[in-house]
């Protein structure tokens, strides 16, 4: 593929106006779910476990769809905001707003969790015990995961470039990322209505405040400069 083929897919891939706020919604992604993991030795955790994730079992096999719903957000993200400016700047700056207030609860009321022992004995124990060194059982509510995943589902709705079986294959992922936390041993069930509540609340106070616009016009201003 020569360079005027790849610029040209890049520019079909990702427009213009969408590259600088999915480059802002990942920089604030880290920023807000890394934080609160580093001044976790100074933060006073909490645990709001309930008697139904007792009766949840562990099921190994879900953390593959755990570590595919990156994926999904990556290409959930995409697609939301190649469809239209409009949609792109509404539905990612309401993201913003929602992991803002994700940082705050994990900043001023961190959640914890006790993890079961997991027993190595094939690829997938292996899997899911690399995956509880590499993420540690903090930051729980609300599940990001889970604000994510809804995310992803609520921007499609819509949608008009793609057809409407992807709405409904974003809705089966979501409630299967909304099982997997739980089954996998991630996360507990409150952790998912807090995803979805907050990731709710970002978008109604994006739309009342008007937070595209301020999105679009930053964009438009570090573009002009660049």
């Known amino acids: 593929m020569t360079m005027k083929k790849l610029r040209k897919f890049w520019d079909w891939f990702i427009p213009g106006y969408a590259r600088l706020p999915l480059l802002i919604v990942l920089l604030f992604n880290f920023f807000a779910f890394y934080l609160p993991k580093v001044l976790t030795p100074i933060l006073n955790l909490h645990t709001i476990h309930t008697a139904l994730d007792d009766k949840i079992p562990l099921v190994p096999g879900f953390i593959f769809v755990y570590v595919l719903a990156f994926a999904q957000w990556g290409f959930g993200y995409i697609i939301i905001a190649r469809d239209c400016r409009e949609r792109c700047y509404r539905v990612l700056s309401g993201e913003l707003i929602s992991k803002a207030m994700s940082m705050l609860v994990f900043l001023f009321y961190a959640t914890r ?12 124990t292996w899997f899911l015990a690399f ?16 604000l994510e ?28 990322v909304f099982a997997t936390v739980l089954l996998v041993k991630q996360h507990v ?21 008007k937070a595209d616009r301020l999105l679009a016009k930053t964009d438009r201003s570090l573009r002009s400069h660049a």
């Open 189 to 209: 069930w409150p952790d998912i209505l807090g995803g979805v509540a907050f990731a709710e609340l970002g978008q109604l106070l994006g739309r009342l405040f």
């Open 131 to 146: 995956i509880y060194r590499m993420d540690t059982p903090i930051n729980l509510f609300p599940s990001l995961h889970c």
């Open 149 to 176: 995943s809804w995310l992803c589902f609520r921007g499609a709705i819509g949608l008009k470039r793609m057809p409407r079986w992807y709405t409904w294959f974003q809705l089966v992922f979501t409630l299967l």
């Open 113 to 124: 969790m006790d993890r079961p022992t997991v027993e190595v004995h094939d690829f997938t």
